[in-house]
Nanobody, 125 residues
């Protein structure tokens, strides 16, 4: 069974910080990679904002500039995202994703995300 649960969202003032956490239940998530996605107000598409690659490297693609970092505690099965100097434009629902992969052609391949339920981040001026 795939389990992911986000926490740490809330309402903050511009310039403050938040740390989002995602607890996950399967090692395949970090085998294939994990990441954070955002769904802005009025938007249906979940946009990738940060990913953790198989080799441990991270990629950031936030549409709004800021000091965002992610880290993984494999021993605790937790993926964290630190969000500093938050701007109003960062307001969105954030989702944790873990790539559970899939089988085809008699082999296991990455590229099949499981999703958490999301956590809301609201930044006000």
């Amino acid at each position: 069974q795939v389990l992911l649960r986000e926490s740490g969202g809330g309402s903050v003032q511009a310039g403050e910080s938040l740390t989002l956490s995602c607890e996950y239940s399967q090692y395949r998530f970090h085998d294939c990679g994990m990441g954070w996605y955002r769904q802005g107000p009025g938007g249906d598409r979940r946009e990738s904002v940060a990913t953790l690659k198989l080799d441990g490297t991270t990629t950031y693609a936030d549409p709004v500039t800021g000091r965002f970092t992610i880290s993984q505690d494999s021993a605790k099965y937790t993926l964290c995202r630190q969000m500093d100097h938050l701007k109003v434009e960062v307001t969105a629902e954030y989702f944790c994703a873990g790539d559970v992969g899939t089988w085809y052609s008699n082999a296991f391949h990455c590229g099949n995300n499981a999703w958490g339920r999301g956590t809301q981040v609201t930044v006000s001026s």
